[in-house]
């Protein structure tokens, strides 16, 4: 405290803004030693594929930032594998759409190319174009694809068929249907004098997924493939209105669905009413009016006992009859129905609810679910629900605020040391400096140890006005010295004062 009230309200500026500027560069370099450091993951990407990036990620707890309008995502460092991971396991991936080569290679060409290195050039950048077009299918996340594309030849005989080979990263259960018809065809289209039967596509998996095999129907989907699309998309619906409704890890659900992917065709003959289409009608009559004329040759003359009753019958006769026949026309009416893949055979679900629900919510979430599922009991579809106490998820264990491993790190922090002993080591000096500071002793006061005469005094009165006016330099740096120290002053002149008494003692003596 005594040395900052020896200072001049100037250096106590000056002093005061150097430790200002010192602890604002400390800060600084605290700030930026302790901010998180983010790696690049990913480039080029798509809006749409960042979305679903970052809600992969938020799953997983990685921290990340969007960069470059959103087309980039960096991830925290040391968290690349995690993410990796999280992003693999939502059937994402990091590779950009257009971190393929495409039809810039061919401006990249060097002078005195040879045509086969043309031709290579081509092929990649085609290539390259082509993956980078299946990238923006829908449930496709990257693709590779390699062509072999043969010479022209002068016969049309003698020349190879071109061919194209496709790998969809990820799983393709995510395609929908006709998806890999589509991409066939593209592809094929995309190369001159290639043909749909020539492409082969696979997914990660190996799978062979064009041409369709068995006589499938081309872009269909396997049974598994289609329950597995299927009971990923109720999942999602179902937890999505649970996370809504109840919060965020209240709740599991887990769908099992049977479908029936085969392909029908019905034929149904119907008939209809009857109705005719044909009437026949005959009529006969015959008439007699009865004579006595003899008999009529026959049994009764040639026989005795007939004669006399024939003798007496001679009355009328009247015979009429009539026949008809209809014929009946039957309509019929055959139905060819073709029943579409993808029926539920059979469904079931599996709720499980976390203890902290109450149990008065409990049947009202059941009949909200399985109204969501589409349960239907007359099909054998049933629930299941349950509730247990979930696990709490442990706390993250804190990471150094810089990366041992990383060079940067320690960069950051010798910098922030050797800063601090900067500003200690020159402050100490300053202030060492001020300490052993001496004053030079004024001469105005060794004239005041011996009496001085009046008349002495008053001839000196005029060079003591030029002082005042500021002549003397010297007798100005006292006034100023004494103004600013006073301490110090009083103490030199009570040293000098103690040391007129010894000498003077010293002289008495030797007397």
Known sequence: MKLLQTLSPRQRIAMGVGAAAVLLVAFLLFRLATAPSFTLMASGLDPAKTGKMTAALDSAGVPYELRNNGTAIAVSKGAEAQAQVALAGKGLSTASTGSQVDYSLLDKQKMGASTFQQQIAYQRALEGEIANTISQVEGVPGAQVRLTMPK???????????????????????????????????????????????????????????????????????????????????????????????????????????????????????????????TTKESEKLRSNGAGSGATAGTSTNIPGYAAGAAGSGGKSNYTSKKGSTTWANPKTVTNTEVAPGAINKQSVSLILDKSIPAAQIPGIKNAVAAAAGLDPKRGDTIAVTQVAFATTPAAAKKPLVDPSGILGYVKYALLGIASLLFLFFITRHLRRREDEVLAEPTWLRELNSPIPVGQLEAVEEPATALQRGSNRTRARIEETVNREPERVATALRTWMAEDEVRDAEAAAKL
């Open 152 to 278: 022209d030849q002068l016969f049309t005989d003698e020349a190879k068929p071109a061919t194209a080979a496709v790998l969809l990263e990820g799983d393709s259960s995510g395609l929908q249907g006709g998806a890999v018809k589509g991409i066939a065809s593209m592809v094929a289209s995309s190369v001159e004098g290639l043909k749909t039967d020539n492409v082969t596509i696979t997914d990660a998996s190996g799978q062979l997924l064009w041409p369709a095999q068995d006589g499938a129907t081309a872009g269909g989907t396997s049974k598994q493939a289609a329950e597995a699309r299927y009971n990923a998309s109720q999942e999602s619906d179902i937890a999505s209105m649970l996370m809504s409704t109840l919060g965020p890890g209240k709740a599991e659900v887990q769908v099992n669905a049977d479908l029936n992917v085969d392909k029908i065709t019905r034929a149904q003959l119907q008939y209809g009413k009857g109705v005719p289409s044909q």
